[in-house]
Structures are given as C-alpha cells and as structure tokens.
C-alpha cells in the first residue's frame, strides 16, 4: 500500500516486528496519559480494567514516575491478565468480584484517594467508581470505550471534588515517535502482552481464544 512518506515512522532496530505491532495502542496510551492528563512524578495511580490498554498504561505511568499503581479487574482476568501485571511490578493488582476496588484505593492512600484515576475498561460501574476512587482536585482520564448510548454518572460528586476529566481520543504522530521510543528502550514490556501468534488462517481461533479472556493479545502472521 503506498502511503506518503511523511506519514510512516521508522521501526527502531531494537523493536522486532511482534512488538512493533503493539504501537498503535502504545501510542494510545501516550496520547492519553502522557500529552493530556500529564502524570506527575510521586503520584498514586488507579486503573480500572486489565485488557492490553490497561496494561499498556500501567506501564506507561510507572514510567513517566508514579510512585504506586493499582489496576483492577474481575476474576476472569486472574489468571492471565492480574497474573501478568504483577509480572510487570505493578504494585496492586485487586479482583473485584471479591473486593471493593473504592475501599482498597481509600485505604492505600490513608482515605484521600487516587491522584489519578484511569478507566480503561469501559464498564458503567467502573466509570462512576473513578468519581467515588480519585481525591479532591484530582484528575481521571478516559481510555476504555463503553458499549452503552449513555452512561449515567455521579456529576455532582465530580463538581464538588473539584475534578478534572479529561477525555482524549486517538493519538497524534508525537504519540507513535514516544511509543516507538518507550519500547525500544525498553521502558515499557509490549512482548508480554503478546499471548500468542497465529498463521493469519487460523484467524477464528486467535479471535475466539480473545473473546474468552484466554489471551491479552493474539498476533496474526501472514
């Protein structure tokens, strides 16, 4: 496919081709985190849902200086996704079908709350419990992508803590320039969010394996 020059970025020798392909929600990320919300150094963190985007920014913030990181999920994503987290040294992982995440980021942080919160699940609950995790003054950006037309949210609650939300989309060509960087110095672990790779026949397989929380990623190879 011909595309004009300036639009493409170069692929570091540090990167291989399987990571490389992880730069797009990289980039994502970046652009969220990083050009928008602009995580300070010493902050406490809470993410809410374990998918690659959670993942990928738990890594990213530990990065851009976060003193500690919590990212929660539901026992589907025990054994694969929580696992890996912890794997990555993100400092809290919570199951929330058997803790309240609200109670957990309340006690870490001696009940002020998060200073950032980051939704990256999508999931109704977990956007209004990023009204009732983050601290007075304190900020939440959305990532995750709800299913919903509407979501009803605890605005009053918002306003009276004096929130910030930030609601940033895509990513910009700064973003991808970052993300490439991040990973080839390797800042941030894209390989272990690669589950598995598959011929690009076997394309109902990786998809299904996917769906069913088997596999955070699932690479297809031509």
């Not at 999931?123 to 992508?145: E, K």
Request: glycine share 8%; net charge neutral.
């Amino acid at each position: 496919m011909k595309v004009p020059s300036w639009l493409l970025h170069k692929i570091p020798e540090e990167v291989s081709f399987e990571e490389a392909a992880l730069t797009e929600p990289t980039a994502i990320c970046i652009h969220c985190i990083l050009e928008e919300t602009k995580i300070e150094s010493g902050e406490f963190i809470a993410i809410l849902g374990p998918g690659p985007i959670g993942l990928l920014a738990a890594q990213i913030v530990k990065s851009a200086g976060a003193s500690h990181v919590l990212i929660s999920g539901t026992s589907r994503d025990t054994n694969i996704r929580l696992k890996v987290a912890r794997e990555l040294g993100i400092d809290y992982t919570v199951n929330t079908d058997k803790e309240d995440p609200v109670s957990k980021v309340r006690e870490l942080t001696n009940g002020e709350g998060a200073d950032v919160v980051i939704e990256a699940s999508g999931s109704p609950l977990a956007i209004n419990q990023t009204f009732q995790m983050v601290r007075r003054g304190g900020r939440i950006s959305a990532l995750g992508m709800t299913k919903e037309e509407k979501v009803e949210v605890a605005w009053n609650v918002g306003i009276m803590k004096g929130i910030q939300i930030a609601l940033p989309f895509s990513s910009g060509y700064t973003s991808w320039e970052k993300a490439l960087h991040l990973i080839a110095s390797k800042k941030i672990n894209v390989a272990s969010l690669i589950t598995r790779c598959f011929p690009l026949r076997d394309w109902s397989e990786a998809f299904s394996l996917v769906t069913k929380g088997q596999a955070i990623k699932a690479l297809l190879i031509p």
